[in-house]
T-cell receptor, first 114, second 114 residues
């Protein structure tokens, strides 16, 4: 069965510091991995995805994520956090054999303090 | 493209009343998903359609909930009768077929049942 785990309910970082939001997955076949961000009172917005190729994927707003097959992880990173990055972040996965639903993690709240 | 359009944005209704939420997916997308988001349970997939056909409704909480997709450009989620525990934000998302595509989410409908 497919699953996604985001082990941290909340991540706190100071503005200007690097941030990491963790995600691990379990899926049959090659994974298709996604990160979404949700700002207050808004829908989820696509940040980036990994399908194939380079393990380091760059996305919107300066975010990037590193696919690690051996550790089955897809952590979200940013070199220098902004207060405006504070939001709820979701990791999601699909199996390559599955053209249907994305499986979402439970979400991690990122709090960036000035 | 205007994105995924949901209406209404906010709905306040009395317990026992019927509630209908509406969604217009992105033109050309052939998969549509209804999610519910609450603080307690996070993001839950209620049902999804592929080419207007319901594929998986295992997330629909009970018979009070029903969803339809009469054509490729419109879907409804109905709750009858509504209960206070149905209070949540309901999101619609659409996607193109194929495992490499993520979802585009609407802005959601915030439902309050009093």
């Amino acid at each position: 069965a497919q699953s996604v785990a985001q082990p941290e309910d909340q991540v706190n970082v100071a503005e200007g510091n690097p941030l990491t939001v963790k995600c691990t997955y379990s899926v049959s076949g090659n994974p298709y991995l996604f990160w979404y961000v949700q700002y207050p009172n808004r829908g989820l917005q696509f940040l980036l995805k990994y399908i194939t190729g380079d393990n380091l994927v760059k996305g919107s707003y300066g975010f990037e994520a590193e696919f690690n097959k051996s550790q089955t992880s897809f952590h979200l990173k940013k070199p220098s956090a902004l207060v405006s990055d504070s939001a709820l972040y979701f990791c999601a996965v699909k199996g390559s054999s599955n053209t249907g639903k994305l499986i979402f993690g439970q979400g991690t709240t990122l709090q960036v303090k000035p | 493209d205007a994105g995924v359009i949901q209406s209404p944005r906010h709905e306040v209704t009395e317990m026992g009343q019927e509630v209908t939420l509406r969604c217009k997916p992105i033109s050309g997308h052939n998969s549509l998903f209804w999610y519910r988001q609450t603080m307690m349970r996070g993001l839950e997939l209620l049902i999804y359609f592929n080419n207007n056909v319901p594929i998986d409704d295992s997330g629909m909480p009970e018979d009070r909930f029903s969803a339809k997709m009469p054509n490729a450009s419109f879907s409804t989620l109905k709750i009858q009768p509504s209960e206070p525990r149905d209070s949540a934000v309901y999101f619609c998302a659409s996607s193109s077929a194929g495992a490499s595509y993520g979802y585009t989410f609407g802005s959601g409908t915030r439902l309050t049942v009093v």
